[in-house]
């Protein structure tokens, strides 16, 4: 068994942070299932955009889709990633299985032009869901306040939900809370709930790329906020999903949503590369790795079953001391949210150029 493999049984998770159609169609998506036990894949703007913008894997089907009437780069966006999504879901579909549908998941996000439109996000995501045709997807919302209130909507109607950009503990409680109330909602309504299932992306080394930008050289709390930001959101969960009001929505077939730690790449060459990981081992979690992660840790990664949940009084502890030094989490966070928006805008704008540059060579080839 080796350490990717030890996390399941720890009770974490491990999806994958790209997907790219050669990924499917080689068999390499399947070997990660079978031999390391990845078991979701999670993608977005940023990830399509490095998919679809390097190499030639999606010149053919540009190609065929504007022969065949497809003048718009959005609709080929679409088609070409929804396309995607439901080969990388059909991949994961025996662990969905086996799992009784607690696992085994494809995420598609929303456009990021919905970030803050509550209703408009609620009706694509519908659409989306529905246009994929597979039960073990999820619909990537922002975190914002517009999107905490999409989540508790489609919950209630049955959509799974993978609520990303989350930075701030605070913000991670109401998503939580919106997830319990939409499936109360949906109880309420004589809807089924065993079959609905969630994650809340928390993500992680982004807020120490941020922060350290803020802090002394010799500061002792460099590299060690994101990680402590995280075990507190992690004790959040805990207690959410305990207690009288979660425990009459577990008898009637409800899952917790899980929290899935994103962006666990490292970004500082002076930490470890598998800093991310480590430190946030814990049941009923999800890590989703970068490929260069994924592998770091297979080599050499090291597994303490319950790490997420050590040493949270220094956790509390590091984030006081954050303050002490001047620095507001809360800026921090809130910024990272508008920096993570704006670059997803970035990405597909950039994408659906590349689209359109392909479409007037077909123009110019069929002319």
Not at 6 to 23: P, T, V, Y
Not at 126 to 150: C, D, Q, Y
Not at 178 to 189: K, S, V
Request: proline share 3%; aromatic share 8%; net charge negative.
């Amino acid at each position: 068994m080796n350490s990717l493999q030890q996390l399941q049984s720890a009770g974490q998770s491990i999806w994958l942070d790209f997907l790219r159609r050669e990924m499917v169609t080689s068999g390499h998506l399947e070997w990660l299932r079978r031999e390391d036990g990845v078991t979701g894949v999670t993608s977005n703007p940023t990830i399509f955009n490095k998919a679809i913008s390097q190499g030639s894997d999606y010149d053919n089907a540009i190609h065929d889709l504007a022969l065949a009437g497809h003048p718009e780069p959005h609709d080929i966006y679409y088609d070409l990633a929804l396309a995607d999504v439901r080969m990388a879901a059909d991949v994961f579909r025996p662990v969905y299985e086996e799992t009784g549908g607690r696992d085994g998941f494809v995420s598609f996000e929303l456009d990021p032009g919905l970030a803050h439109n509550t209703a408009g996000s609620v009706a694509s995501a519908r659409v989306l869901f529905s246009e994929l045709g597979r039960a073990n997807t999820m619909i990537k919302v922002p975190g914002t306040t517009e999107g905490v209130r999409a989540v508790e909507q489609l919950t209630t109607v049955g959509v799974n939900v993978n609520i990303t950009l989350l930075f701030s503990v605070q913000m991670y409680k109401q998503v939580a809370l919106a997830y319990i109330a939409g499936l109360e909602a949906r109880h309420r309504a004589g809807q089924s709930l065993d079959r609905i299932a969630s994650v809340a992306s928390f993500f992680v080394s982004r807020v120490d790329t941020a922060v350290d930008r803020q802090l002394a050289e010799n500061s002792p709390i460099r590299g060690k906020v994101a990680i402590a930001n995280s075990k507190l959101a992690y004790q959040q969960f805990r207690a959410i999903f305990s207690g009288d009001r979660w425990q009459a929505l577990v008898k009637a077939g409800a899952r917790p949503q899980r929290v899935l730690w994103a962006s666990t790449g490292t970004k500082n060459p002076a930490y470890s590369d598998v800093l991310y990981v480590e430190e946030l081992v814990g049941p009923e979690t999800v890590n989703t790795m970068p490929e260069k992660t994924l592998e770091a840790f297979r080599d050499h990664g090291r597994v303490r079953p319950t790490a997420v949940m050590e040493r949270t009084d220094e956790a509390k502890t590091t984030l006081v001391h954050l303050a002490s030094h001047g620095v507001s989490l809360d800026t921090v966070t809130g910024q990272l949210l508008e920096d993570g928006l704006k670059a997803f805008e970035a990405d597909l704008e950039q994408l659906l150029h590349v689209i359109e540059q392909n479409l007037v060579e077909v123009r110019a080839a069929v002319s």
